[in-house]
């Protein structure tokens, strides 16, 4: 599944460390949900969707 986490967290500005702080997650797995190697669970997907002011199927694909 590809995102858009990458993109969305440079326009605001943040680290990988500090969206992970805001989303209550760690760096590590901020950085593994960018990369594509870790499909977050519908929660977390949600939360993010939220922060960023997007729905969940505007920031993951299904290629």
Known sequence: MRNEVR???IVKGLSQQELGR???V????????EQSR????L???IRMARYFGKTV???FHVD
């Open 57 to 59: 199927e505007e920031i």
């Open 38 to 41: 870790y499909d977050p669970s």
């Open 7 to 9: 993109q969305l967290r």
């Open 26 to 33: 760690s760096r590590q797995t901020v950085n593994a949900i």
């Open 43 to 45: 929660p977390l997907a």
């Open 22 to 24: 805001a989303l209550g």
